[in-house]
C-alpha cells in the first residue's frame, strides 16, 4: 500500500496526464477554446473539462483564467522567437532577404498558431508585468533589433537610425498585415496576399531610411 494517496485530479488520469504536466494540459486544452471564441470567451471550468480534470484541480497551477492565458501567451513568445530565430538565420544568405525572411515567419506564424497568437496580443496580458513573459517577447524583438543593426552597417555611424525604432516599426506593420490582410478581415478581399502586402510596405519603409538602394 503507497504511503500516501495520489490525487486523480493532480495528475489527470481520466486523460492520461500524469504528475507534473497537468499545466501543460490546461495550456493545451485552452488553444482550440481560444480559437474558437477569443482569449476572453472561455472559462477555466471549460479548459479544466478540455484536460479531463475537475474544474478545481486547474487552481493548483493557475488562480484564475488570466493566468492560463498568461501561460499561453508564454509559451506562444516563446515558439514565435523561435520562428523568428530561424528565419534571421545570422544574416544568412544576406541580411536583407533574412530580414524579408523574418517577416515572412512572422505571418506564417499567426496564421500556423492563431490561439497562441491571440493570447498574445489579443489576451489583455501586461507583459511588463510577468518576468518570464517579459523575458519571451523580449527575445523575439531582439532578433528584430540584431537584424535591423546588420541592414544599418552599411550606413554612416551619424546616419543609422535607431535599430529599436525600425524593429517596432516593423512589428507593428507586420502586425497590422496580420490583423487586416491575413486573418478573414474585411482587407482579406484585396487583390494582394498578405505576404506581398507586408514585403511592399517593408521595401518602401527601409527605401526611405536609406537602408537599402531605391
Known sequence: MPDHETDPEETGTRRGYHH?????????????????????GFTLSEAAR?????T????????GRDELIEAV????????ADWLERAWNDGRPSPL????????AYLAFARSHPAHYMAMFEGGVSVAANPDLARAADRAMAILIRAAERLAERLPADRRPPATMVANHIWAFSHGVVELFGRGKPGSRAPYSADEMLESGVVVYLQGLG???T
Open 20 to 40: 507534473g504536466n497537468l499545466r501543460q494540459g490546461l495550456i493545451d486544452a485552452a488553444l482550440p477554446l481560444i480559437e474558437a471564441k477569443g482569449p476572453l
Open 50 to 54: 478540455g484536460a479531463g480534470v475537475s
Open 211 to 213: 537602408l537599402i538602394p
Open 56 to 63: 478545481a484541480a486547474p487552481y493548483r497551477h493557475f488562480r
Open 97 to 104: 532577404s533574412a530580414f524579408m525572411a523574418v517577416g515572412r
Open 73 to 80: 501567451a508564454e509559451q506562444g513568445f516563446k515558439l514565435f
